[in-house]
């Protein structure tokens, strides 16, 4: 079992940034991948960024050139830096970490693929 604990979430301005933070507890040695997914209100889970645990990065549309993921191995941590934040980025922001692998290279996107959640962060963007 693993356990996902998300930090850093808040409320920031338009063009302002914040980081993200999880920290993998449990058997996190095991994992295939971690990474970021976010929610707003009515609207489907959409993936951030994820990376796996042979350092292979995606980022999903909107965030690509904004948003940053890292991975601090010695600690257990991944982390989210959001740059130029926008309006459209408020959503509350999931840490999703796999353990059972990927069948094919395509799936690291799909949040479906994903069998660890922690409890989710809010991040708020005023205009």
């Known amino acids: 079992q693993v356990q996902l604990v998300e930090s850093g979430g808040g409320l920031v301005q338009a063009g302002g940034s914040l980081r993200l933070s999880c920290v993998a507890s449990g058997a996190s040695s095991s994992l295939k991948a971690i990474g970021w997914y976010r929610q707003a209100p009515q609207q489907e889970r959409e993936l951030v960024a994820v990376i796996s645990t042979g350092s292979t990065i995606t980022y999903g549309d909107s965030v690509k050139g904004r948003f940053t993921i890292s991975r601090d191995n010695a600690n257990n941590t991944v982390y989210l830096q959001m740059n130029s934040l926008k309006p459209e980025d408020t959503a509350v922001y999931y840490c999703?970490?796999?353990?059972?692998?990927?069948?094919?290279?395509?799936?690291?996107?799909?949040?479906?693929?994903?069998?660890?959640w922690g409890q989710g962060t809010q991040v708020t963007v005023s205009s």
């Open positions: 999703a970490a796999n353990d059972i692998g990927f069948s094919r290279s395509g799936d690291y996107p799909r949040p479906s693929k994903y069998n660890y």
